[in-house]
Structure formats: structure tokens, C-alpha cells
């Protein structure tokens, strides 16, 4: 039994492809008298025809390498595009930077490791790019002696 006149009209009237049209085996004597559209609406009513639904592109896949990367990982050499600087601005990076370094120089501060007019040098010379990290102002201050010794280690202990 040739049915490929109602299988298009039944995917017109559905507004898919024929593919996904399906007819029962038990009613394809009705499904063959239907000649109009109006016919097939009745039949796809019936559900006599049936329409299939439509198959995607499983996202499993998709959702395990976002889960994957909100984490952290794939972020390696391979994977990456662009310079770092496109990746993360300049301005940013320096931001990061120039907030550690001013948090350090706060910290050594109120520590009273040094004195004020040390800490606004140091300052100052971190906003006008100077030092590299924090790592780099602690070299600086050893090397010049900057830093002052505390009370107790100042004094000498007493022998027994």
C-alpha cells in the first residue's frame, strides 16, 4: 500500500518532515482514503497518525565540559587562544597586583615593621610600577635595612 501522498500532506499539516510521521498499522485503510488535509487533521486527532518528536543534540557532553570548566580545569596551555593579556586585560592584572602590594604595605605598617615615612616611599614608588609583587618589596627592604627590629628581639637575651 503505497501512502506517501498522506505522509506528506500529514507533514504539511504538522509542519515537519515526513520523517517523523508514523501511521498504525491497524488503520491503514483510513489512513489511505484520506485524500485532504482536513481528512489528516482528523486522523492525526484520532491519533491514528502520529507525529514523532523532534530528536536534538544531547547536551551530557556539553553540560559535564561547563561543569568541567566552572572548576577550573581545562585551562591549560592547550586550550588556551590569545595572549594573556587578551585573556585577562591589563588593567585588571594590574589592579590585582597594586591592591596585594598595597595591602602588604598596610599590613607592615600597622605591624610598625616600618615607619611612615618608609611606607609613603614605598608607596608611592609601588603606584609609579616599581616593585613587581610583594615578594620583590620584601627583597627591597631587607637590602636597604629598612625594616625595624622588634622590642624583643632587639634586646639581648640574659645568660644563665
Not at 517523523?20 to 491503514?28: N, T
Not at 492525526?44 to 556539553?62: C, E, F, H, N, Y
Not at 605598617?109 to 614608588?125: G, N, P, S, W
Request: net charge positive.
Amino acid at each position: 500500500m503505497i501512502l506517501k501522498l498522506q505522509k506528506k500532506l500529514a507533514a504539511a499539516v504538522a509542519g515537519c518532515s515526513p520523517k517523523r510521521i508514523v501511521f498504525d498499522p491497524a488503520r491503514l485503510e483510513d489512513i489511505k482514503e484520506a485524500i485532504t488535509k482536513t481528512d489528516i487533521r482528523l486522523l492525526i486527532g484520532d491519533d491514528t497518525i502520529k507525529v514523532l518528536p523532534k530528536q536534538g543534540v544531547s547536551r551530557v557532553r556539553a553540560n559535564k565540559i561547563q561543569l568541567q570548566k566552572s572548576r577550573g580545569l581545562r585551562r591549560g596551555q592547550g586550550s588556551r587562544r590569545g595572549k594573556a593579556s587578551a585573556r585577562t586585560p591589563g588593567k585588571q592584572t594590574w589592579v590585582k597586583k597594586i591592591r596585594a602590594l598595597r595591602r602588604f604595605l598596610s599590613k607592615i605598617l600597622e605591624a610598625k615593621l616600618i615607619t611612615h615615612d618608609v611606607y609613603r616611599d614605598m608607596y608611592k614608588r609601588a603606584g609609579g610600577g616599581f616593585f613587581r609583587s610583594v615578594n620583590h618589596i620584601k627583597i627591597y627592604l631587607n637590602e636597604r635595612d629598612l625594616i625595624k627590629k622588634r622590642q624583643h628581639e632587639a634586646q639581648p637575651q640574659k645568660q644563665k
